[in-house]
């Protein structure tokens, strides 16, 4: 059995439960601002379009560093490029049309949540309680086809449009952090 799939350390899992609380975190934070102030002030609504794939990448990254660097986690990897990317291309896709960076962003949405997929089938011998990640990443990608033919239409998309999207990824990594700390102590009285 090789050392990727062996059971993580409790600083492995301690730091994964940290990791899914502060996405939850984050993504419930940016859905707040989209809906207070985004959607009224396009400039904010500019700034949060290109964050989201930006602090996306940062977490990546740090995820990656944590579970054994970025040359073991290949989809971590693919990720983080994907999302800086993504974040360079938002940027000038602003400079474009609304329509223009919902289809980027729906790109995006589509192949970071087939890497998160991965990761998360991945992740799942040896951490276990990924099914939400699972599910996560396929409903990402499901979505970004969605946020990609919905950029094709005459009507004027906006900020408001992705915040569900990240309002359920909010929802998945806070359902990811609370089953393991849940399995934790189920195993943790197990061991008693």
């Known amino acids: 059995m090789s050392d990727a799939f062996a059971q993580p350390s409790s600083a492995g899992r301690s730091?994964?439960?940290?990791?899914?609380?502060?996405?939850?975190?984050?993504?419930v934070a940016w859905v707040a601002a989209a809906f207070s102030v985004g959607h009224a002030d396009p400039a904010v609504a500019a700034a949060l379009l290109v964050a989201y794939p930006a602090w996306d990448a940062v977490?990546?990254?740090?995820d990656a560093r944590q579970s054994g660097g970025l040359a073991r986690n290949g989809s971590q990897r693919l990720n983080l490029i994907v999302s800086i990317v993504t974040t360079l291309a938002i940027a000038v896709a602003l400079g474009s049309?609304?329509?223009?960076?919902?289809?980027v962003f729906g790109v995006w949405a589509f192949l970071s949540g087939l890497f998160q997929l991965v990761t998360g089938v991945r992740r799942w011998k040896r951490v276990g309680a990924q099914w939400a990640m699972i599910l996560s990443g396929g409903q990402s990608a499901i979505a970004g086809c969605l946020f990609v033919a919905r950029a094709t239409t005459a009507g004027m998309p906006g900020v408001t449009d992705v915040a569900p999207y990240a309002a359920f990824g909010a929802f998945y990594f806070l359902v990811s952090a609370i089953w393991l700390t849940v399995q934790d102590r189920r195993?943790?009285?197990?061991a008693a």
């Not at 049309?97 to 289809?103: E, F, I, K, R, T």
């Open 187 to 190: 195993e943790g009285a197990h």
């Open 15 to 27: 730091w994964l439960k940290s990791y899914y609380f502060i996405r939850a975190a984050v993504s």
């Open 59 to 62: 977490a990546n990254y740090l």
């Open 97 to 103: 049309s609304v329509n223009a960076v919902l289809g």
